[in-house]
């Protein structure tokens, strides 16, 4: 061979590249993680691709979420019940693509409740929205208390102690009836708490009939007792004083009655009967049990036809509307269910919800939710065509949401006689929110995950890095955020109030996922646009208010240690933009201290390390003066800009201008750019065309943690 020829290098290929080389096109070495990957700090994230199966378009894609789970996989990981496997769960690994989607292999979430059995959990459960920002967490700060919370893979459940007792309550002292007015009293109590969410009765229709029925001897056989028990056992339990005795007593002998002699009887009050049961089971903190008892009503009801408008059409008017009524009942129960836990919906509506006639804002915004789960959650892929659809739909809803009030029987009022907050209009205004936060939700953990990558990056090359977010879907990270910040605002006036019901569900379950996407906001420097720190903090203190619910209780310690998480970040910015500011400064005009001055001038200058307080946030943000973009109120005016808001002036001394900040080439010091709101809000018809995107959620790896059920009395000691 000749000296001269050149030595043809041979090319190695690791058997498989991760995700993330993959859909970047880099280089893999084929480690887990990769070294690539722990480079750019994303080791979190770095898992094999998805093994590729049939192609087909997104109309014809389906996946069968609940038939994923794998016996091997739960039998191979039971050892992770204390949670401590670390970094092998990313569970919204999106993949972007312009063309027709794939199919993405089925994967599941399990649970495992108190008797060792495993139970499921999808994509839109709050418990998945937090691994996801247990691991983006993880991936931007390196451990601490929030990602190595060994609660993270539990879920709160109150399970009862040994057997059933209510099974033999005619063993037992029968619950004494009430009163006529401690009866009216639960009755007021049951309809104020569960307004909008269970409107099964009026309170005329219970009080017209309370005082025969006190007055007359209960017979098991009667399901009017059974109604009348399980109400005053949701007026117990949610009346502001301590009942929860007498609930239980009230709750089991319902329940009793109701399973030992309508059970195999399908009709309109056994429907009734067991949607009492499950709004009372999850005010208990039994969701799983809610779960089950909602099933039964759900197939009692179509047994009965409800689910079809033109069988009600056979009855007379009153039995249409009482038929109506039960049929919304079932919608919001089951949607709110599988929303909140990512199974399933048991309900179809076949009705056309937008139709003028008898319009209720609470049937077609089930209509949304429904939307969401089936055509983004359970095909595990979200397009910008379905988006649009669903955001349309969103719109007309506004527009008709206050006329639709009537129809559900809600006052379009925020007091009611002056004294307490309407929680019936809160119900539906925080359902509202829920979905565009629901529908919005993969495109922010996208922008988060990219962001935090990204940002990586930077560091490493001391490049500036894009800005991972396109114009067209800046708004729909907006539109997230701002919902979580609506829905505080919303129940901020919960707050000073005394007489509220001590168990709301649906308002801890809105207060906890709007927490958690202000907490993730952090991690995308959203806190720089957006002021996270007063919404979150408001979270903090409304979950407080509901010390007798276990899962607010767990919801609240899960919140402030992310909260902790958060000031971490937050002094970690300040530091390094200081550390940046004092290069620049120092190269122009030298320095006269050392490192471990500005180290000292730092700390001096950002709270400690510890349990954080409400507010604290805004204590540590600092003016980025040298940062790419500037904030709209600064004035650039050369050497100074000065601005003023309200009666307080407010100086800032821009020691650059823009010019001299181009000649010492900031763009590739200061690192990211600042989270630019250049995205104007515009109405429906003027919003631009979204570019073809489709975002797929990704698969898990082999190793899929198992959640496990802690007793709710733990947190309540």
């Known amino acids: 061979m000749n000296k001269n020829t050149p030595v043809k290098r041979r090319r190695y290929r690791c058997v498989e590249a991760c995700s993330t080389c993959k859909r970047r096109k880099e280089k893999c070495d084929g480690n887990r993680p990769c070294a690539r990957c722990i480079e750019r700090g994303v080791h979190v994230a770095c898992q094999p691709p998805p093994p590729q199966t049939s192609t087909g378009s997104p109309d014809n894609y389906n996946v069968n979420c609940e038939g994923s789970v794998a016996l091997e996989a739960a039998n191979r990981d039971r050892n992770v019940q204390d949670g401590s496997s670390q970094g092998s769960l990313y569970p919204l690994a999106l993949v972007t693509s312009n063309t027709s989607a794939t199919s993405v292999p089925e994967t599941s979430r399990l649970i495992q409740d108190t008797r060792g059995k495993y139970m499921f959990i999808g994509d839109s459960a709050n418990l998945s929205l937090l691994q996801s ?9 390196g451990p601490c208390a929030f990602v190595e919370d060994p609660f993270r893979y539990q879920m709160v459940e109150s399970a009862p102690e040994g057997p059933a007792t ?21 009755i007021r109590r049951y309809i104020m708490a569960t307004n909008c969410v269970l409107d099964l009765f009026d309170e005329s229709d219970l009080l017209d009939n309370l005082a025969s029925w006190l007055d007359s001897e209960s017979t098991p056989t009667s399901i009017l007792s059974a109604i009348y028990y399980l109400v ?10 301590d009942k929860d005795a007498l609930a239980s007593a009230y709750f089991d002998y319902g329940r009793y009655l109701t399973a030992s002699y309508f059970m195999e009887d399908p009709s309109i009050p056994t429907v009734q009967a067991y949607a009492m049961i499950t709004m009372y089971l999850l005010g208990a903190s039994r969701r799983n049990a809610a779960f089950m008892y909602l099933g039964t009503a759900v197939r009692a009801a179509y047994a009965l036809g409800l689910h079809r408008s033109d069988i009600a059409g056979l009855f007379t008017p009153p039995e249409i509307q009482t038929r109506e009524r039960l049929w919304k009942v079932m919608r919001i129960l089951d949607l709110f269910m599988s929303a909140s836990l990512g199974r399933p919906p048991s309900t179809e509506e076949t009705r056309n919800t937008e139709l003028d006639e008898n319009y209720s804002a609470s049937v077609d915004l089930c209509a949304i939710f429904e939307k969401i789960l089936t055509d983004i959650y359970a095909k595990r892929m979200i397009s910008t065509e379905t988006l649009q659809k669903i955001s349309q739909h969103h719109r007309r809803w506004t527009v008709r949401f206050h006329g639709g009030l009537d129809t559900d029987r809600i006052k379009d009022e925020e007091f009611l006689d002056g004294r307490l907050p309407n929680v019936g209009l809160i119900h539906v205004k925080e359902a509202y929110y829920w979905t565009i936060m629901l529908l919005t939700r993969p495109f922010f953990v996208d922008y988060i995950s990219s962001h935090i990558a990204l940002k990586a990056q930077s560091r490493g090359d001391g490049a500036r890095s894009p800005d991972p977010l396109k114009s067209s879907h800046r708004v729909l990270v907006h539109a997230c955020v701002n919902s979580a910040m609506s829905t505080v605002n919303l129940l901020r006036k919960l707050l000073g109030f005394e007489g509220i019901p001590k168990r709301l569900p649906f308002v801890v379950n809105s207060l906890f996922v709007s927490g958690l996407i202000l907490g993730l906001s952090y991690f995308g420097d959203l806190y720089k646009t957006y002021s996270l720190d007063d919404s979150l903090g408001t979270a903090l203190k409304l979950l407080a208010l509901f010390p007798h ?18 000031n971490t970040y937050v002094r970690r910015e300040a530091k390094e933009n200081m550390a940046i500011h004092s290069q620049l400064v120092s190269g122009m005009f030298g320095q006269i201290h ?15 390390e510890g349990p954080s307080h409400l507010g604290s946030v805004e204590d540590l943000r600092r003016p980025d003066e040298f940062n790419y973009t500037r904030p709209h109120s600064a004035m650039d005016q050369g050497a100074t800009g000065v601005s003023t808001s309200g009666n307080s002036e407010t ?10 900040t181009n000649i010492l080439n900031l763009d590739s010091i200061v690192g990211l750019p600042a989270f630019q709101d250049d995205f104007s809000m515009l109405p429906g018809s003027m919003l631009p065309a979204m570019s073809p995107r489709t975002l797929w959620f990704g698969s898990y790896e082999e190793n899929v943690p198992l959640f496990s059920t802690v007793d709710a009395r733990n947190f309540l000691e």
């Open 166 to 186: 209510w099974l033999h309550a005619t063993d037992h002292q029968l619950p004494a009836k009430p009163s006529f007015d401690e009866a009216a009293y639960l």
């Open 651 to 660: 100086i800032e001394l821009n020691t650059l201008d823009r010019a001299e």
């Open 549 to 566: 619910d276990a899962v607010a209780k767990r919801n609240l310690a899960i919140l402030q240690s992310l909260l902790d998480a958060c």
């Open 594 to 608: 050392g490192e471990d001055d500005m180290e000292d001038s730092v700390t001096t200058n950002t709270p400690q």
């Open 133 to 141: 920002i247990c691991s983006l967490v993880g991936a931007s700060i």
């Open 232 to 241: 005053f056992a949701i007026g117990a339990q949610t009346c502001p004083e």
